[in-house]
């Protein structure tokens, strides 16, 4: 969502963000609060637009891929400058793509890893060479994988890049103040510089949403990111602000354990809980909750009901329309749970973060669930401790969500594949393992669609974690700006803002 | 004197590093793995170890000790582990902060507290003793975050006198600076000064009966002379016991006034450190703040001795 009326020159825009970001560099960010800042520092080879689909930025093109699928070539545009002024060419893109894949500790490994082999073939062109066929590579460098840091800096500053990040973009960063503020200034060098109104950004982390609110009100802050539905509800009725808002590409559901017994990126076992044998219990408990009900009571019905594990908004594969979520049946519950030989009422202890968001899901689940003959116990946790112990095997079931990325691959891999990187679940199923790789192989977006349409119905049916609801990223905005972007990814777009005329 | 003062010092010593041991093994306690906390969202099992073996996570806790205490001798507490930022540098930012935030409060404690205390005393049984008690009451009562968000709502939005948050140096812009700071230092103040209005109230009302100010109103002193000059100073050495003991809580109760008001102190600096698991941050806030409370004892212990002669500080006479 954009707002286009005309915006004069000059000013400063303070941005509050509802975490502190955590090291802005590209290659070892893990924090979705740092990718709204690098929005405003670091272009990527390739970004979104508003409609969702893929389009060039530091890339002069979309992607050329060999039609085995291995190798793919990315020209870059000509004439970029890194924010420290040196220039961009294919050797600091090469620089940029290796360390994402190799720096210890780097968040990008994972997304990286089929690329074998990155060189220059050209002043501005870049050749990957992959293990196998990649489709999500693209989706992949429209993320933090796809950001060029300046070589120079890289060299100057090594693990200290953090705090000194170059890279091309709108604006180029002059301080942090850790907990306080990330003060950013237009890069004069900048490619684009002439559609660059303000002189300034600065990114305040506000954690609390009413603090934010208050802060807008007040016109401390002009733009509030991730607000929460009920400070929303509140924002609307205030003439001087004004919301964006779109649909995120995550979601946020429930997990079950059904196979982890021995942790994290281990072999699947058997913990032996009617809920992990028997897949009509699990079933039982999906149909004893009404996710209209849900999001109703504890979001003021501002988020979108979910059963699945892609958006309907992915222009890549689009899943369930919340209208095409199953309806809520205790009925069918009852009878799923007496065919499966269960004693009712069934004890699921529940694994809930500590915020109030996390418990009133809780607590809604556990009156729904009981109803149909669970009696679901709560476990407040701290979210720390709540990854440890679910990472670990200890838990029945537990508030599980993601916030999602751009190829539905992001969305389902490292979590349902056998042994991926973070299925806490302990789910292991070798068609789903197959589906997984024709999907990220597969180069034909219909064919692509039908994979993850097939993939989404086998993984919802397995219900090793079901699927609830998803947030809307809601930013407000004082009416005195204009020109603030927030697309289907979230961030908080600030290139082109500025203060009305 | 001197004497004593090195006793004390030594004493504050061997506290500061038995405090040091218990931080660290008590932080190490903590259910859940500070390597998942900063991996985010994007953890995998290959990234999680990357982020163990680079804070040095999988050795010992002995010789992660010995390597913080090392370090931390020379004045390097290390690097945060979330951010990246020296954390010597985050405190050095965060603490002028709070105690700028602190001193604030504490001028509006001292200020209103002893005044409405004296006022109280002077005035007993007459309206001016009951207001000065309802406000103090009202003053405990009231809890710091929502009259924190009263105040923003009152004197931030709807009569805009004030900022809603934020800090500037006071070097930068001093009035910007009281423009953010007021509003906090109101908050975080209002319950001291109760505290020390009932304290000044209640030596006040001894000292007024004591013989010597009865004594030195038979020698026909003012009114003015034998409460401020008698009475006051000798209720004194009460009140600044409180104010030192409330100090070492200032600094701990300004945690929820810095997260109403964004102020990026201490407090808010602990808190964070806290959510996100950031060992080196927690361990770097934790000894300052237990620096500052051994410092501020021995103070209060030596101006004892500076308010009231009588108290010879190691026995000496």
């Not at chain 1, 689009?318 to 309806?327: A, E, F, I, L």
């Amino acid at each position: 969502m954009t707002d286009s009326r005309p915006v004069r020159d000059g000013g400063t825009l303070t941005v509050a963000l509802n975490a502190d970001p955590d090291k802005l560099d590209p290659s070892l960010a893990q924090t979705l609060v740092g990718r709204t800042v690098f929005a405003g520092m670091c272009e990527k080879l390739y970004d979104i637009n508003q409609q969702g689909a893929v389009v060039p930025q530091l890339a002069a093109a979309q992607p050329e891929t060999s039609t085995d699928g291995r190798t793919v070539t990315v020209r870059v545009r000509r004439g970029l400058k890194f924010s420290d002024g040196t220039g961009l060419d294919a050797d600091s893109v090469v620089t940029s793509l290796l360390r994402h894949r190799d720096l210890p500790g780097s968040a990008r490994a994972t997304e990286l890893a089929p690329v074998t082999s990155v060189r220059a073939t050209g002043r501005y062109t870049v050749q990957l060479k992959l293990s196998r066929p990649y489709t999500p590579l693209t989706g992949v460098l429209a993320d933090r994988a796809g950001m060029v840091m300046s070589p120079t800096a890289l060299r100057k500053y090594g693990k200290n890049f953090t705090n000194h990040p170059s890279c091309v973009g709108p604006f180029r960063f002059v301080e942090r103040v850790g907990g306080d503020r990330i003060v950013l200034e237009k890069d004069p060098g900048y490619y684009d510089a002439a559609h660059v109104h303000l002189n300034k950004v600065i990114y305040k982390p506000i954690p609390d949403g009413g603090v934010r609110l208050a802060n807008l009100r007040s016109g401390d802050v002009q733009v509030g990111d991730q607000m929460a539905p009920v400070d929303v509800r509140s924002a609307l009725t205030e003439p001087g602000l004004q919301l964006f808002n779109s649909p995120s590409l995550g979601y946020q559901g429930i997990g079950l354990n059904v196979g982890n017994t021995k942790g994290l990126g281990q072999k699947p076992g058997k913990p032996g809980t009617p809920i992990a044998r028997d897949v009509r219990v699990r079933e039982a408990f999906d149909l004893s909750i009404d996710r209209e009900l849900l999001n109703k009571v504890v979001f003021q019905g501002m988020y979108e009901p979910a059963c699945g594990p892609i958006s309907p908004e992915s222009t890549i594969a689009p899943g369930v329309q919340p209208s095409h979520c199953p309806r809520r049946d205790v009925a069918k519950a009852k009878a799923l749970l007496k065919a499966a030989g269960v004693r009712t009422p069934l004890r699921i202890e529940f694994k809930v973060s500590t915020t109030p968001e996390s418990s009133r899901i809780g607590q809604v689940v556990q009156a729904m669930a009981k109803e149909a003959g669970f009696d679901v116990v709560l476990r407040p946790m701290e979210y720390a401790t709540l990854l440890s112990e679910t990472d670990d095997g200890h838990y029945d079931a537990f508030t599980s969500g993601w916030s999602g990325r751009l190829d539905p691959d992001g969305n389902i891999s490292n979590f349902l594949q056998t042994r991926g990187a973070m299925n806490a679940y302990g789910y292991g199923d070798p068609q789903t393992d197959r589906l997984i790789e024709r999907g990220r192989s597969e180069a034909d977006p219909a064919e692509r669609t039908r994979i993850y349409r097939e993939l989404s119905k086998r993984v919802t049916a397995a219900h090793a974690l079901i699927y609830l609801y998803r947030q809307r990223n809601y930013v407000v905005a004082t009416k005195s700006v204009s020109g603030v972007a927030v697309y289907g990814d979230g961030l908080v777009r600030v290139k082109s803002a500025g203060y009305t005329r | 004197m001197t004497k004593y003062l090195l006793t004390r010092v030594r004493q504050s010593l061997i506290t500061l590093f038995l405090v040091s041991v218990v931080v660290f093994a008590g932080i190490r306690a903590l259910p859940g793995d500070p390597a998942l906390a900063m991996a985010g969202e994007e953890r995998s099992p290959a990234a999680l170890a990357a982020i163990r073996r680079s804070y040095g996570l999988d050795d010992n806790i002995v010789v992660q000790y010995g390597r913080y205490i090392g370090h931390a001798l020379t004045g390097d507490l290390g690097n945060s582990s979330r951010t990246g930022l020296p954390v010597a540098d985050a405190i050095g930012a965060a603490l002028p902060i709070t105690l700028e935030l602190s001193a604030l409060a504490l001028l509006l404690a001292t200020v209103l507290g002893i005044g409405a205390g004296v006022i109280a005393a002077v005035r007993r049984g007459k309206p001016a003793e009951w207001f000065a008690n309802a406000v103090a009451l009202l003053g405990l009562s009231v809890p710091t975050f929502w009259l924190g968000m009263v105040l923003v709502l009152g004197f931030a939005i709807a009569l805009p006198v004030f900022a809603a948050s934020g800090f500037v140096p006071f070097g930068t812009d001093p009035l910007d600076n009281l423009r953010r700071m007021v509003l906090p230092s109101i908050v975080l103040g209002s319950g001291l000064a109760a505290v020390v209005m009932r304290q000044t109230r209640a030596a006040m009302l001894d000292s007024l009966s004591a013989d010597y100010v009865r004594t030195a109103r038979a020698k026909g002193l003012s009114q003015r002379a034998v409460v401020g000059g008698h009475a006051l100073r000798n209720s004194l050495v009460t009140v600044v016991t409180v104010l030192g003991l409330q100090l070492g809580h200032l600094i701990s109760g300004a945690v929820v006034t810095e997260q109403i008001f964004v102020l990026p102190g201490f407090g808010k600096l602990t808190i964070d450190a806290v959510f996100t698991r950031d060992y080196a941050t927690l361990q770097g806030v934790v000894l300052c703040t237990s620096a500052a409370y051994i410092l501020i004892n021995l103070l209060v212990d030596v101006l004892y001795s500076v308010i009231d002669p009588r108290i010879r500080l190691g026995g000496a006479r």
